[in-house]
């Protein structure tokens, strides 16, 4: 007597959406661009089970930022500050879900706020900028019309100059003056 079982083998499919390439199931085939495709593997019965697969392959996607920014500047991820000009990359998902390679071409606006004092006139080192000079004793309030690299002084006080390029500004430190005679 010959007791004899069949098993049938079976067939089933699945849908992969995946990024740059897929590795099928048995392990025996990489495949690249989307299509149809099958794969074979053993069933817990030890049958062949026949998987049809329904493949979308997405890509990678690149992009460059150029950016000024005045102090810093935070990666479009938020993995990363750079505090100084420089080309960087940074990689978030793109709308497939793959990676998206950002290359960020970065210059960091640095603003020079030093003054040099002659007699009664100090000048701001910072050269292409615009100036405000300040009143530092009443509040940083702007001095009407002094908006030229020098400021000729005329009444003892403290004053300092705020510097600004492409959107940045800084202030320089006080510097007093007395006026005598």
Do not use: M, R
Not at 27 to 48: E, F
Not at 66 to 83: K, R
Not at 153 to 165: D, H, K, P, Q, R
Request: hydrophobic share 25%; with cysteine; net charge negative.
């Amino acid at each position: 007597t010959i007791h004899l079982e069949i098993f049938n083998n079976t067939i089933g499919s699945i849908n992969i959406i995946n990024c740059g390439s897929y590795t099928s199931p048995s392990g025996n085939h990489t495949w690249y661009t989307s299509g149809n495709y099958t794969d074979k593997i053993v069933n817990s019965l030890g049958c062949d089970s026949t998987i049809l697969i329904n493949l979308t392959i997405t890509e990678t996607s690149y992009s460059t930022i150029n950016d000024t920014s005045c102090t810093n500047f935070t990666s479009p991820s938020g993995n990363h500050t750079w505090n100084n000009s420089g080309s960087y990359t940074d990689t978030i998902p793109n709308y497939v879900g793959c990676d998206s390679i950002i290359t960020i071409h970065l210059t960091i606006e640095d603003l020079d706020t030093t003054i040099q004092n002659y007699g009664t006139t100090l000048t701001s080192n910072a050269n292409g900028v615009s100036y405000q000079w300040l009143d530092c004793n009443n509040g940083y309030t702007p001095i009407p019309g002094e908006t030229n690299q020098s400021f000729n002084i005329t009444t003892s006080g403290s004053y300092a100059v705020e510097v600004s390029n492409n959107g940045c500004q800084s202030n320089s430190t006080c510097y007093s003056l007395a006026i005598v005679g």
